[in-house]
């Protein structure tokens, strides 16, 4: 049940979809209200069709609302962000914020004042499991090994168009995991190699990448959308590798140590902060600096993950 004496916020809808379904249901369920959903054409989605309807962005200006809830496809986020920011309205937007450093650096430029309001989903890092190591960048860290390898693969149609997503399984799945890497440990991250495979239409399917960071840690993704007996327990694992004991990080919510060659679980939650945590720092008014401060490091981490992927993209033979 939700408080009755917290603040509710209207919000705008980008991209009814399947995943702003998800998002939505539990921001209803917190006593929030959808004002209006936007789409260019007619929406399929039947959970968003009672809601207001509107086709053009231009008509936000004449909606009462406090938010916008962007989760459409990777392509269009620039500009539909660029909407918002001319209305001064914090958004809240699914991974990847933006596919290019350019677009980025064409925010920044043109909302110098702005830019700081927009918050990237990146929900992993706001399980409480994640919480829990926070402090992992202590525990002297020797290699990582992150792995996704699942029989699962997007199902809307624009995930496996390059010109509209902006590639396959890196920026679907990678761009996760390398933005709570650099989230957890906080330091340069450098590009050693990269394989693509299974490609379909020009979109990977697989990768193999070695990345390398400022502290000279060693971190290898094996990652696909296809089933494989090497790694089926959870759809997304990471190993952090030190000295004395070692840490597994799984998005089911549970955290394994390892120590003298014996595993033992440490931990068991899943939960997310992560709306907790945008409307408790981008939607109130709080002119504390240092979460102003917080603010624009998380514009600069998403700009700095974006800017690795885009990169990784460009050694695609």
Known sequence: MFNLFKKKYNFVVVGPGKIAEKHCKILLSMGHKIASVYSP?????????????????EYLKNIQFDFGLITSPNKYHKNQIEEFLKLNKPVFVEKPVMISSNDFQYIKKKFP???????????LRYQKNTNFIKDIKNKKIQSIRVKW???????????????????????????????LLNY?????????????????NKIEKSIDLNLKTKSN?????????FLSDEFVSSPLQIEFKGLDES???????????????????SYNSNSLMIYDYFIKYYLKKNINKIIEGEKLKNFTSYHKVATLIENLYKLKS
Do not use: C, T, V
């Open 41 to 57: 054409n007619s929406i399929k989605n039947d959970f968003f069709r009672k809601f207001n309807f509107i086709n053009n962005l």
């Open 113 to 123: 004042n702005n830019y700081p309001i927009i918050f990237g989903g990146f929900n």
């Open 149 to 179: 390898i699942k029989d699962f693969k997007p199902k809307n149609n624009w995930s496996l168009n390059l010109d509209i997503s902006g590639g396959g399984i890196l920026i679907d799945w990678g761009i996760h995991a390398i933005d």
């Open 184 to 200: 957890l440990l906080d330091e340069d991250i450098n590009i050693i190699d990269i394989k693509f495979n299974n490609f379909d």
């Open 217 to 225: 840690i060693i971190i290898n993704f094996k990652m696909s959308w």
């Open 247 to 265: 840490y597994i990080w799984q998005k089911s919510g549970e955290i394994f140590l390892i120590k003298d060659n014996i595993k033992s679980k």
